[in-house]
């Protein structure tokens, strides 16, 4: 098939997913696999809705089920970097399902995670690609920030982290002041938002703004595609249990795919900059906010958004995910 010309001319977006593959990142997936200016490098899996090996065996299947097996999917770390061990929240099971993704059953995947460790990918990405490259995290910020720490010049080559976490303008979903993918591992979230990479903070002041319902599922079971059922089932399954612990009775917030959309387009958001920080010890712990102490420093500030064109969003993301659901018989 020869493609028109202004494809053949686009330089594609080297994007990099850091996800703890639940539903939402599920959805993230499927979303920037879609988009013809992303060219989707790898995906690293983290721990944070599920064990990283849930996660990473999530990934693969949800790549075969796309059609695209050719993604490679890595391993990164198991646990925050101040503990030992990681055990999935009682909730995460009850929002994602026991497998991470509505306790939907999928094929063993075709391939699994590659040898090459996760941290490593993302270094060499990094000085690969430079300011082509996109990271977008969407779980807890861990593999990110051990890179960094590993190989501190990656700082200055990364072109765009846009990430799914914190709350800075409304209460957090852990605790008044915390957002999980933050409270999972704030050691590491403050060392990547006080770093100086180029970072995009798409948080719950936007995300719950964004909200999916059965009616948009019922459009993918339409298709009449295996692709579009298991992710209507999926979706549907999510949709359930923010009704059911009453997180939002209206439907559920695609807070990663908003993520990758912001990556994408950053017009989809309204941002104000702050030097930024997260809380790492006492009753505030994963607080993200402006750091006060560098209020004139210029040098380290995050784009933190802080409204959104919902329906602008939540259009491109249906018609994104009808392309990629119908592709797949």
Known sequence: MILPKEVNLMVKQKMILDLDTGVDDALALAYALADPAVDLIGVVASYG????????????QLLDLLGHPEVPV???????????????????????GENGIGNISLPEPEKGPREQDGIDFLIAAAHQYQRRLTIVPTGPMTNLAEAIQKDRSIIDLIGNVTFMGGALTVE??????????????????NIVFTSGLPLTMVGLDVTLRTLLTKAETAQWRQLGTVAGKTYADLTDFYIDAYDHLGIDHHGCAIHDPLAVGVAIDPSFVSMIQLPMKVTTAGPNYGRTIGDKARLNDHRRLVNVAVQVDKARFVNSFMSHLKVMLNQQS
């Open 74 to 96: 890595f391993l990164g770390t198991h646990h925050s970097m101040s503990s030992q061990s990681f055990k999935v929240m009682e909730v995460s099971k009850q929002i994602h």
């Open 49 to 60: 809705n599920n064990l990283v090996q849930q996660t990473a065996k999530n990934t693969c």
């Open 172 to 189: 957090g979903n852990v605790s008044e002041v915390a957002e999980a993918n933050i409270n999972q591992d704030a050691e590491a979230a």
